[in-house]
């Protein structure tokens, strides 16, 4: 019986995995299995971090906010507290670009939250 040579499927599981290792210095690129653990604790760090970047951008959002309700001399809480009680539902986001760029559309929430 000849002898069959496993080359294709392992060497595509490695392949794949050597590609994902592209940018990484020395070893770590071109060794299959320092690649394979440094590949698996890049993965883990971006999932992790894909969370943590909306926590953040959720904090900027709301200290953006604070800041520009206080020009108008009311608080984070009460702002956000006004505009629910008035059934105006806008999110951090918006509130956030409007407070930067539109002072005077933000001016109007605090005003109809403040009523």
């Given at each position: 019986?000849?002898?069959?040579?496993?080359?294709?499927?392992?060497?595509?599981?490695?392949?794949?995995?050597?590609?994902?290792?592209?940018?990484?210095?020395?070893?770590?690129?071109?060794k299959?299995?320092?690649?394979v653990?440094?590949?698996?604790?890049?993965?883990?760090?971006?999932?992790?971090?894909?969370?943590?970047?909306?926590?953040?951008?959720?904090?900027?959002?709301?200290?953006?906010i604070?800041?520009?309700?206080?020009?108008?001399?009311?608080?984070?809480?009460?702002?956000?507290?006004?505009?629910?009680s008035?059934?105006?539902?806008?999110?951090?986001?918006?509130?956030?670009?409007?407070?930067?760029?539109?002072?005077?559309g933000?001016?109007?929430?605090?005003?109809?939250?403040?009523?």
């Amino acid at each position: 019986m000849a002898r069959v040579k496993r080359g294709f499927k392992a060497r595509r599981r490695r392949n794949k995995i050597l590609k994902l290792a592209k940018g990484f210095h020395f070893d770590r690129r071109t060794k299959y299995r320092h690649a394979v653990q440094t590949v698996e604790r890049a993965l883990h760090y971006a999932y992790i971090n894909r969370r943590k970047f909306k926590r953040d951008m959720r904090k900027l959002w709301i200290v953006r906010i604070n800041a520009a309700s206080r020009l108008f001399d009311l608080s984070y809480s009460k702002l956000i507290g006004g505009l629910k009680s008035k059934g105006i539902e806008i999110n951090r986001k918006m509130l956030a670009e409007l407070a930067a760029r539109d002072i005077d559309g933000f001016k109007a929430l605090v005003e109809s939250a403040r009523k």
